[in-house]
């Protein structure tokens, strides 16, 4: 009988080859620029200009790769890759840190304004830095981080859904473990870091993926305060390998940046699977 | 929910939350109070001083035929990309949840794009549509079409539909696809067993079940295209033509760090900060409800 159900309610037989039908041919259409974009940039750029270009890779591979990572357009890849890779290692590190440090003071002590700094930071994730550039823009210019590193990380660490996701978390340590370390005498920051930490770290490797992610992911900021080629970041910095005017861009160049600049997010997404669809359904609860 | 058991002292504590709040106040708190106050003033051409209009620039935006047709872009794209985002996503995730084995590899290859940057999906996608290289272009052209998304509107406006919510589509599947998992199989194998076909099922049973899930996406993604498209924009149109593409957010940017004008930049930052309070609440609210469910 319950076979019989089973073979109801999953697809078995010819039902089931359809199924896998349609699955290959989603997976197929969503892959398909990126597909497009991998062949693109292992030809040549005359393949490209006289349409319609190839649909399988050519040989140019190599030429086409080092083109873009040691000289690329207006700066070497490499170096808008490095860049990439401190601005969104500085964002989660920076944002991880300084949230556990926030989320432990409002969870585990009585202090005076502590709820009037909870609302502070509540209010900080309501608004996206899309929508106050101009004078974020002012106060990192004021500070002279334009075209820093620190520029590019900090104001993009003001945000609070790291707090209010190690706060719940936190609020789900049994109370008992306080009360020992209370009893045996231990300090706060003993606790801190002996238990509260360690208690931690699923939530705090899953947070890192989405943080990372976002943080290599960023647009905006790096196009307003990185105006030095040398500090632009990858995915600001294909953007500005296109010509002005009527020039023909370097496609092949320029699409093997683009996948450049989805492989260290994807490493990071398709490595870390489980922890990143963790945190993503964590962080957005 | 409170901590029976908490340290006492207010030193430690002040020292921890002092990173957040002094960074929050710095980048956060001085520069939104810095728009809501510039908002109130015009300065002057050379930018030495300014004149306080009260709602004055307020009063202009509303008044302006372009940040009212900015709304009205803005409007009809975040329910396209919204549309165009979870209905694929809901149809692959029904189908690979259908699948017993299997759909740990499709799922591991649907989640690509959500890695891929906005920006970097708006160039790929303008190398696909490039009136003058693209493959789909071409193609289409061979079949008579004459695609021209740099002089058509509408055209323009498909494309960077299609680009933003390309990325999402993953992002959705992976929601859907976790929320059908959940759904009890002892009611599916009930209604299977009183004759129900999948279909009938799915409307009846499937999808009243994801409701939570399909109304937390809808906010998720109408957020996302309004926020976060601003790459997928600025790569592929850069607003036009005509301003057929310029969402709200891209001319805040626009009007700020193109055309320098900080009085309106600063007035449509506050507009939108309304904007995002009211989704806000909408989402808290229902994420509350969903609590006591």
């Known amino acids: 009988m319950a076979n019989e159900v089973h073979g109801m309610v999953e697809k078995r037989g010819s039902g089931l080859w359809l199924t896998h039908v349609f699955m290959i041919l989603g997976v197929l259409v969503i892959f398909f620029p990126i597909w497009l974009a991998f062949v693109a940039s292992t030809v040549s750029q005359p393949e490209i200009v006289r349409p319609p270009m190839p649909l399988l890779p050519g040989d140019r591979f190599w030429e086409n790769y080092s083109a873009a990572l040691f000289s690329g357009v207006n700066v070497p890849v490499s170096t808008m890759l490095v860049n990439s890779l401190v601005m969104a290692i500085g964002i989660a590190v920076g944002k991880i840190i300084i949230s556990l440090l926030s989320a432990f003071a409002i969870v585990y002590f009585r202090f005076p304004g502590r709820n009037i700094f909870f609302w502070m930071i509540f209010l900080t994730l309501m608004l996206p830095v899309e929508v106050r550039i101009v004078p974020t823009y002012e106060v990192v210019a ?18 609070a859904t790291a707090t209010f996701l190690f706060r719940q978390f936190f609020l789900t340590i049994p109370d008992e473990l306080a009360e020992a370390a209370r009893v045996d005498g231990a300090s706060p920051m003993r606790f801190f870091w002996d238990i509260v930490v360690p208690m931690s770290r699923t939530n705090v490797a899953a947070l890192f993926v989405i943080l990372f992610i976002y943080g290599w992911n960023q647009y905006l900021w790096p196009l307003l305060i990185t105006t030095d080629p040398e500090m632009n970041t ?46 993503l359904v964590d962080s957005e609860k | ?124 996608w303008l190398f696909m549509f490039n009136t003058r290289v693209g493959v789909v272009s071409w193609y289409l052209g061979n079949l ?48 299977a067993i009183d004759g129900a076909r999948f279909w009938k099922r799915f409307w009846t049973i499937v999808l009243p079940l994801l409701s939570p899930t399909t109304f937390f996406l809808l906010v998720v993604n109408v957020v996302y295209s309004f926020f976060e498209t601003f790459g997928v924009i600025h790569t592929i149109t850069a607003g036009g033509p005509q301003q057929s593409t310029t969402i709200l957010v ?23 900060l309304i904007v995002v309070g009211l989704l806000t609440i909408i989402q808290f609210k229902f994420i509350e409800k969903r609590v006591h469910y």
């Open chain 1, 142 to 159: 004021g500070f002279g981080m334009l075209n820093s590193y620190s520029g590019l990380i900090f104001p993009l660490i003001a945000s």
């Open chain 2, 250 to 272: 891209y001319k805040v940017f626009s009007d700020g760090f193109v055309g320098q004008d900080l009085g309106s930049s600063s007035a449509q930052s506050v507009i939108l």
């Open chain 1, 234 to 279: 990858i995915v600001m910095g294909i953007k500005q390998m296109f010509p002005s005017g009527d020039d023909v861009a370097d496609w092949p160049v320029i699409m093997a940046t683009s996948i450049l600049a989805m492989i260290p997010p994807v490493i990071v997404v398709v490595g870390m699977q489980r922890l990143f669809i963790r945190g």
């Open chain 2, 144 to 191: 008579g079409y004459d695609w021209n998304h740099v002089l058509n509107g509408g055209e323009a406006m498909g494309l960077v539909v299609v680009a933003s919510a390309w990325g999402r589509i993953s992002y959705n599947f992976l929601f859907f696809f976790a929320a059908l998992q959940a759904v009890p199989r002892s009611v599916i194998e009930a209604a």
């Open chain 2, 1 to 124: 929910m409170e901590k029976r058991v908490t340290f006492r002292g207010w030193l430690l504590p002040a020292l921890l939350i002092a990173p957040q709040v002094l960074i929050s106040a710095v980048f956060f708190f001085y520069p939104a109070g810095q728009a809501i106050w510039q908002s109130l003033f015009i300065p002057d051409p050379f930018g030495l001083s300014s004149q306080f209009v009260g709602l004055g620039n307020f009063e202009f935006l509303l008044g302006d035929k372009f940040y009212r047709t900015s709304f009205v872009t803005t409007a009809v794209f975040s329910i396209l990309v919204t549309l165009c985002s979870m209905i694929p996503a809901l149809f692959l995730a029904v189908i690979a949840d259908r699948l017993i084995k299997g759909s740990g590899v499709y799922r591991t290859l649907l989640i690509w794009p959500y890695a891929v940057a906005p920006a970097v999906a708006g160039v790929l």
